[in-house]
Nanobody, 126 residues
């Protein structure tokens, strides 16, 4: 059973950093497009960053470019999201997502990802 499992959320002051982890459980993640969506209360889900784990494609939302970095550890079957220079507007529930095959390109669409983790809360205070 394909199940992304997130960890690493928490509370931090503006300007701080957090690193989210997503362990790929039940599948070989190299054949998947994986990434992170976030959703704040009352807001639409936003694709923050996605990557084709096999290599060759990475996407970042404009709102996080230069501050967030998506990376992977193939030995651990784990995806990471390093978040630096955090802002209060980054406060949201962050979900790790996965779909088999290549990333579709462009702005990620939530419905294109069939596998979602339970989410981890990130709270940034001013």
């Amino acid at each position: 059973q394909v199940q992304p499992v997130e960890s690493g959320g928490g509370s931090v002051q503006a300007g701080g950093s957090l690193r989210l982890s997503c362990a790929a459980s039940g599948y070989t993640y190299r054949n998947y497009c994986m990434g992170w969506f976030r959703q704040a209360p009352g807001m639409e889900r936003e694709g923050v960053a996605v990557v084709y784990v096999g290599g060759g494609y990475t996407y970042y939302a404009d709102s996080v470019k230069g501050r967030f970095t998506i990376s992977k550890d193939n030995a651990k079957n784990t995806l990471y999201l390093q978040m630096n220079s955090l802002k209060p507007e980054d406060t949201a529930m962050y979900h790790c997502v996965a779909t088999f095959g290549y990333c579709s390109g462009g702005v990620p669409v939530a419905k294109d990802f069939g596998y979602w983790g339970q989410g981890t809360q990130v709270t940034v205070s001013s």
